[in-house]
């Protein structure tokens, strides 16, 4: 289970669509266990999805528990091969990424999100997620698709460099 | 009203927005639009302002020199032409898009990706960029709002663009400026 090194931009695999998982295997079970190990081992990790660490696999991890801005809370879960069955209510705010670690930017997303997806027992799970953990969902579903943050924000004045200014 | 262009560019220290704006206000100058923000540790101020009639750019300037000379700043004063100025907004059958675009630092992107977005016939109307990463690994980040125009085919404009950013090795995203009025 071991803690693997998160890819940043511009790492080819980070803005590549990753492929479906299929069928849970051991392979899937032990991505699963990296995904939270990875996850764990970054306090303000809220979320990891697959390509991130270097598996191009349509896979992610989220815990958004004790978290100020969650309503819905799902404890830590990893999802396979997930699909977005609904995704209403777009709302915006500010959003960081492990892969981009520099900047910052403001991303409008549905805030009220169901999201299908296989778990690492293999059995098909359907969640309802809202405000933080739902943008913390599309945000790793994204990851599956290629994309980051900012290829969503709201515009040019909507990235911010992370560092602290003097 | 006369209205002027001023640019002014200078190592970031506090006290530059408040000096500056305090020689526009003791001219009872107005301060319309303007951009402010920090370039690679310089603070960079872009702004249009009206003045009094009486008021002149030499006059502006002058003004502005002893701010200028505090604060170590470069500054510009130009006079604008109103009748030179055209209308943010989306010009008739053209429509806002975003476009964002990451990659691999290199010499280009701007030119290569703006040309395209010329090309198809479309207008920068906005644009930022930040340069991140590291010393070895250095990452170019720019986000673009841009009109592109509706005839042909707007699909088609935004393939001439993907088209010429994939050509730079950078990754490129575009989406319409989706604006709910509420």
Request: glycine content about 8%; proline content about 8%.
């Amino acid at each position: 289970m071991p803690i693997r090194p998160v890819l940043l931009l511009p790492h080819p695999v980070v803005v590549t669509p990753s492929a479906p998982v299929g069928a849970v295997d051991d392979a899937a079970q032990a991505l699963a266990r990296d995904l939270l190990d990875t996850m764990r081992a970054s306090p303000a990790c809220v979320g990891l999805a697959a390509p991130q660490i270097g598996v191009a696999r349509r896979a992610f991890a989220v815990d958004v528990t004790g978290h100020r801005k969650a309503r819905s809370c799902h404890g830590a879960f990893v999802l396979f091969d997930p699909e977005i069955l609904s995704a209403t209510a777009p709302a915006t705010d500010r959003e960081g990424c492990m892969s981009v670690p520099d900047l910052t930017g403001d991303v409008s997303r549905p805030s009220l999100v169901t999201v299908a997806g296989t778990d690492p027992q293999g059995r098909r799970q359907v969640l309802e997620v809202n405000a933080f953990e739902a943008r913390a969902v599309l945000h790793e579903v994204d990851h599956l698709d290629g994309l980051v943050f900012l290829d969503r924000v709201a515009g040019p004045h909507r990235v911010f460099p992370r560092k602290v200014y003097r | 009203m006369p209205r002027y262009a001023l640019s002014a560019v200078g190592a970031d220290r506090p006290g530059i927005v408040a000096g500056v704006s305090g020689a526009l206000v003791d001219l009872q100058g107005n301060l319309e639009d303007s951009t402010m923000t920090i370039l690679q540790g310089h603070f960079a101020i872009l702004l249009v302002v009206s003045m009094p009639p009486e008021v002149t750019a030499r006059s502006l300037e002058s003004a502005l020199a002893p701010v200028a000379e505090e604060f170590g700043l470069v500054l510009s004063v130009r006079p604008l032409a109103d009748e030179q100025a055209t209308p943010a907004q989306a010009a008739p059958g053209a429509s806002p898009w975003t476009i964002a675009v990451h990659g691999a630092d290199r010499v280009g992107i701007v030119h290569g990706v703006t040309a395209a977005v010329a090309e198809v016939g479309g207008n920068v109307v906005d644009l930022g960029t930040h340069l991140v990463g590291s010393d070895q690994a250095p990452v170019y980040v720019m986000t673009l709002r841009v009109t592109l125009p509706e005839q042909p085919d707007p699909a088609a404009a935004v393939a001439l663009v993907r088209t010429a950013a994939e050509a730079l090795g950078v990754h490129c995203t575009v989406h319409p400026d989706e604006a709910d009025t509420l």
